[in-house]
């Protein structure tokens, strides 16, 4: 069988790790498919703003992080991907979600999947919900971080990043979105299980 291609978009090397290094968002599509796929690109959001896409689409106007988006969508198909996988954080620009939706909407014409999704407040929010801790989407970047801080936790070491969705129990943040308030990293878990598996098996 061959292995579903998979390229990833993040915000550097904590999410998509470095060469060779496996970073938090590979970590977390391994905890809903681990085999039948492998990651064939990578690309951080900064560089977005230096591509020139082609004309395989229309890029949208207004907010960067439609065309972006876009961009990024584009980038991945012409790498060769089956599967885009992708994680914006917040960082309290509360246009980004709408941007983000846009950016995915023009690339509608791509033939490629696509996981994606923002991080409420940011990845590290992702963590910290994994890690147990409540209510983590409504939660500023500050509060976060004094909550990781709390548990122990070095942030922006990507190995420890990986450490704790490998460990983590998922399935507690699946189950109950309200309970949890990590409604951001249960939608997106569902949706890279959908997508990810259709693909792997078909």
């Given at each position: ?55 395989a ?7 960067g ?8 969508a ?14 914006r ?8 979600p709408?941007a ?14 696509i996981?994606g ?29 004094r ?11 990507t ?34 299980a ?9």
């Amino acid at each position: 069988m061959v292995a579903v291609k998979v390229w990833l978009g993040g915000e550097g090397n904590n999410d998509l790790g470095g060469d060779g290094e496996v970073g938090a968002i590979e970590a977390l599509l391994r905890r809903v498919e681990r085999d039948g796929w492998q990651v064939c690109g990578k690309t951080p959001w900064w560089t977005l703003r230096k591509y020139r896409a082609g004309g395989a689409l229309r890029m949208p106007t207004g907010h960067g992080d439609a065309k972006n988006t876009a961009k990024l969508a584009l980038t991945a198909w012409e790498g060769g991907a089956d599967v885009l996988a992708f994680t914006r954080d917040l960082d309290a620009d509360t246009e980004r979600p709408q941007a983000v939706d846009d950016g995915l909407a023009a690339s509608a014409g791509i033939d490629i999947r696509i996981i994606g999704g923002i991080a409420r407040p940011a990845i590290e929010g992702w963590l910290a919900a994994l890690l147990g801790i409540t209510g983590t989407d409504q939660m500023s970047r500050d509060r976060v971080a004094r909550e990781l801080a709390a548990k122990g936790t070095t942030l922006k070491e990507t190995e420890e990043y990986v450490a704790i969705i490998t460990e983590a129990h998922a399935g507690l943040v699946l189950r109950d979105r309200h309970r949890t308030g990590c409604g951001s990293l249960r939608d997106w878990l569902q949706r890279a299980a959908d997508v990810l598996g259709n693909a792997i098996r078909g």
